[in-house]
């Protein structure tokens, strides 16, 4: 019986924050502190800094945890996670997400159909998209895999024609299947 992934759930991975530590979740003895106005007060124990922070209304939180010693900030630390969230957010919207878009061809295809899965592919290849040259072989077709090998090489050596191509995976046969993944160079 096929376990499907979608149903047994872990695969989904939650975006990945990074979590300051602050006031007394800070670890070390003694950190460097710069104020909310950027001004360095230099090392003081944490029990101290948390206490001037405290009197001046802000959180100790720690910058850089892995310096010698931290560095912490006098900040609003709900506003400071609020602007880091939102970074991150602005990061993955701006993030271009790279498909596999697929071709399938046949080995007694004729030249118009070749044609047509070219323009598509040049189509895809435009869009940034990588792309899987794909040639499934039915009966008798399978005691000759060269052939197959050979249309998929024309296929390639048709794209490179008209864009620059880097092979992210060698033409492969794998069963009744020959495939090969191919992208645009940058």
Do not use: W
């Not at 990074?18 to 104020?35: A, G, H, L, P, T």
């Amino acid at each position: 019986m096929r376990i499907h992934r979608r149903r047994r759930g872990g695969y989904q991975k939650k975006p990945e924050t990074v979590n300051y530590r602050s006031n007394d979740q800070i670890r070390s003895s003694e950190v460097r502190v710069v104020d909310e106005a950027g001004v360095a007060l230099g090392v003081l124990r944490t029990e101290e800094a948390i206490a001037l922070a405290q009197e001046r209304g802000f959180d100790v939180v720690e910058v850089s945890p892995k310096a010698v010693p931290p560095v912490c900030r006098f900040l609003d630390y709900g506003q400071f996670k609020y602007q880091k969230e939102k970074e991150l957010r602005a990061q993955k919207a701006h993030a271009k997400k790279v498909e596999v878009k697929g071709v399938r061809l046949s080995v007694k295809m004729g030249q118009n159909d070749f044609n047509t899965r070219l323009e598509q592919a040049y189509g895809f290849l435009e869009s940034g998209d990588k792309l899987k040259i794909e040639l499934r072989l039915r009966g008798r077709e399978k005691a000759h895999g060269d052939i197959a090998k050979e249309k998929v090489q024309e296929f390639i050596n048709s794209l490179e024609e008209k864009y620059p191509l880097v092979v992210e995976q060698a033409i492969t046969r794998s069963g009744g299947t020959v495939s090969a993944v191919v992208g645009r160079k940058s």
